[in-house]
């Protein structure tokens, strides 16, 4: 399973259908959470994905909106009886922001929280997995982050296998493994019932910030590319000064790259009644885009 679940996709204001900025993907039961608007613990209620699988928190930059939630969610997840350390992982400052956040309302947690400062290029690396900080342009010390899959088997081809006297049992594994095996004084390469290597899964999450090489350069080839998409093309001077993107800038970025689904998020307050003129604009350029909303699910498959 690798699953992405939009709990806040609102800008810097919250709307009454969009949270601030929060974003949960669940891999294989693990969850990440990439920023922590306020109101995130109320979005995973709704949403019910519990907490307890909960294992890291990235944070792409200390602006209010990505980050306010952090204080209710721990709270409830010690008053709910978690013992198992958290992980905040973030930019220059989260050592400072971790402590705040442990000490507010005169509340002793029952769990430690772990903070761990990334800078770009930093790698997290974890079972099948790892988690990549990008550089980005924002008005405060900021980073992306990319979770990469490691690569993935071949596909086993059982059929074959049998076809070729191969019992099934635990030489399938072996060949599955790229060990050859022995059959009957024959020898059975992995490499003719085994496919080829599968590249692993890319998610892309940018946060806020202009455009930049950094981010192209890791969105090559990504399965899913989430980008700040503020502003409309006609707001363009102001998504420059407060360091933001336009949906035109997200999708002419998506289209360089190659990635597969663009996702457009971070949408700005003035768009609460209509956000046609960012989905407009992003279709003259990349066709596979949408624009998220709060509590939207995105299934991302293996790679064939």
């Known amino acids: 399973m690798l699953r992405i679940l939009f709990l806040g996709t609102g800008g810097s204001l919250p709307t009454r259908n969009r949270n601030p900025s929060a974003i949960m993907i669940n891999r294989e039961g693990e969850l990440l959470l990439f920023d922590c608007g306020e109101g995130t613990q109320q979005q ?25 939630g952090i204080p209710g969610l ?27 956040f442990s000490e507010l309302g005169y509340y002793k947690l029952r769990f430690e929280l772990e903070a761990i400062e990334l800078v770009p290029g930093d790698v997290v690396v974890r079972d099948g997995y790892c988690i990549q900080a990008i550089e980005t342009d924002h008005s405060v010390p900021s980073l992306g982050y990319a979770l990469l ?5 071949g596909r086993f081809n059982r059929e074959k296998a049998i076809s070729l006297g191969v019992p099934p049992g635990p030489l399938f594994s072996r ?3 790229g060990m050859d095996v022995e059959v009957n004084g024959r020898m059975i390469r992995s490499e003719d019932v085994v496919g080829r290597i599968r590249p692993g899964r890319k998610i892309v999450y940018t946060g806020d910030t202009r455009p ?23 707001q363009e001077e102001w998504a420059k000064e407060s360091k933001h993107s336009t949906a035109f800038e997200a999708a002419t970025l998506a289209k360089e790259a190659g990635v597969d689904h663009l996702v457009l998020t971070h949408i ?13 604009e992003a279709q003259s350029i990349f ?18």
């Open 212 to 234: 930049c090489d950094s981010i192209l350069k890791v969105s090559m080839g990504a399965d899913v590319l989430i980008h700040d998409s503020t502003l409309a093309s006609d």
């Open 149 to 153: 899959e490691d690569s993935l088997r």
């Open 175 to 177: 060949l599955h493994s």
């Open 74 to 100: 721990i709270q409830t997840m010690s008053f709910l009886g978690r013992a198992e350390p958290l992980r905040i992982y973030g930019p220059q400052r989260v050592k400072e922001f971790v402590k705040i």
């Open 268 to 280: 700005s307050s003035r768009y609460t009644d209509d956000v046609s003129p960012l989905l407009r």
């Open 44 to 68: 995973m209620m709704r949403a019910k994905t519990g907490m307890k699988a909960l294992t890291s928190i990235f944070i792409t930059h200390f602006h209010a909106d990505h980050m306010l």
């Open 287 to 304: 066709e596979n885009v949408i624009i998220a909303e709060d509590l939207m699910e995105m299934d991302i498959p293996l790679k064939k």
